[in-house]
């Protein structure tokens, strides 16, 4: 993603000055947000602990694969990151929490190379400390699955974790180092899904893995659609163009009460203003063009997630940001937590 758009400095100085020109107002429409109810916005007491019962989602990370401060990026996006790290700034990741008297399950959706911390977090979440998730991926490209190394020997050295993972991405795990020693070891155990075919996440939850387009060049590529007793989420954190799915994004999103949707990309202005019909995600202002029609009930349902280190709306301060949930639209937030 860096080399793509190093030179578009002139073009992000401005949206920055935007930004900043925006930034009292935008302080109010941030705050709003933030007072969205408890179980929306969870910080630090354990879901365990306040005695919910229904499984839990939590989003664990809301980036894309490179995170934040993304390599070689020096612009103002990151630079301040290489110096002080925000905690805030993981990896794309959704964790799942299934109570049950006094224990339960955990399953992560994507092993990010910010899974150290995810796993501690959706433990930490859901109080459910001794508990190890399972963990669903959705394609063979690094910020999704190279979490997985830290199962091995040389960090967690974990026993049977189970792994979810469609047919060519399984047979990709088993064939090739590392991961194929994870497997030998016993570290993990893969399973494999099949296509719009329903899979136990835990007792009370389960998950419709549905093929998207995507760059498959070791993997198939999925979304999730997950189902707990109460609502259903939909979890799709890259995709091409809309438009190049077999599957209807409003139909789905009348399926279901949230929807997780691959936002790397604002607009043209973060790609150096190339022609956006070239670059193989949906602009955030596209899906919003795309999706503009619908009721403000059905867009409320979108939350924003994996975007670029460069994406104006990881501030709640920005032009861009405000712009979005002034349109009806959300951005997904870590440890946002949302009952299934
Ligand atoms: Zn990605
Ligand atoms: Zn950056
Ligand atoms: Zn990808």
């Known amino acids: 993603m860096a080399s793509k758009i190093r030179n578009v400095a002139p073009f992000f100085c401005i949206l920055l000055l935007l930004a900043c020109a925006g930034r009292e107002e935008a302080n109010v429409e941030g705050e709003a947000d933030r007072q969205r109810p408890i179980v929306d916005s969870l910080n630090n ?68 190379p910010d899974v150290a911390s995810q796993w501690h977090a959706l433990q930490s979440l859901s109080g459910l400390a001794d508990v190890l998730p399972s963990i669903f991926l959705t394609h063979a490209h690094i910020g999704h699955y190279s979490g997985l190394m830290f199962l091995g020997r040389e960090v967690l050295g974990a026993t049977g974790i189970q792994v979810h993972a469609m047919p060519r991405f399984r047979q990709f795990l088993q064939t090739n180092g590392p991961w194929d020693q994870l497997i030998s070891l016993g570290n993990i155990v893969v399973n494999s899904l099949a296509e719009d075919s329903i899979v136990q996440v835990t007792e009370r939850v389960q998950t419709l893995p549905i093929r998207v387009p995507h760059r498959d060049e070791y993997s198939e590529t999925v979304g999730y659609r997950i189902m707990g007793p109460n609502h259903t989420v939909l979890f799709i954190p890259d995709i091409d163009k809309w438009e190049r799915w077999e599957h209807d994004l409003k139909h789905e999103l009348s399926l279901v009460d949230r929807a997780y949707l691959d936002a790397t990309f604002f607009d043209a202005s973060e790609v150096g203003y190339r022609d956006m019909s070239e670059i193989p995600h949906p602009f955030m202002v596209e899906t919003m063009d795309f999706l503009g029609a619908l009721s403000a009930a059905e867009k409320s349902k979108v939350h924003f997630i994996h975007m670029n280190h460069t994406n104006p709306c990881l501030s709640d301060t920005s032009f861009a940001y405000r712009h979005v949930v002034a349109s009806g639209f959300h951005i997904a937030r870590m440890d946002d937590a949302y009952p299934l």
């Open 45 to 112: 007491e354990s879901s365990a602990s306040q005695g919910w019962k229904e499984p839990m989602l939590y989003v664990l990370g809301t980036l894309q694969d490179g995170g934040a401060p993304h390599m070689g990026c020096d612009r103002p996006c990151c630079r301040n990151l290489f110096l002080r790290p925000a905690t805030d700034r993981k990896v794309v990741s959704l964790g799942i929490a299934d109570f049950k008297s006094g224990s339960g399950q955990l399953a992560m959706f994507e092993a990010t």
